[in-house]
Nanobody
């Protein structure tokens, strides 16, 4: 089970840090990612850490967002800086165990960027 938190209302140019806490242990071999879905749009990958440790970002957030995780705290984070209105969406976290076929999703946290 994943619990996403940290969303909220922020002005353009502001920052937020999202957290995704797992109810069980997470391991470096697990795939973990952040996705978002804006109104009227499909859910898209924002950032992910693969089981091999590779980090991927969608082009629109490169240089502004940072994904990282703390395995000791069973938590993944998304540091979001220089937010723009285009970042407004519900953000979801996802995890897939190494060798597994099941995707586990968090419940989503709303991020609204507006003045």
């Amino acid at each position: 089970q994943l619990q996403a938190s940290g969303g909220g209302l922020v002005q353009p140019g502001g920052s937020l840090r999202l957290s995704c806490a797992a109810s069980g242990s997470i391991f470096s071999t697990d795939y973990m990612g952040w996705y978002r879905q804006a109104p009227g749009k499909q859910r898209e990958l924002v950032a992910a850490i693969t089981g091999g440790g590779r980090i991927n970002y969608v082009d629109s957030v490169k240089g502004r967002f940072t994904i990282f995780r703390d395995n000791a705290k069973n938590t993944m984070y998304l540091q979001m800086n220089t937010l723009t209105p285009e970042d407004t969406a519900v953000y979801y976290c996802k995890m897939r165990r190494y060798g597994g076929v099941t995707d586990y999703w968090g419940q989503g946290t709303q991020v609204t960027v507006s003045s």
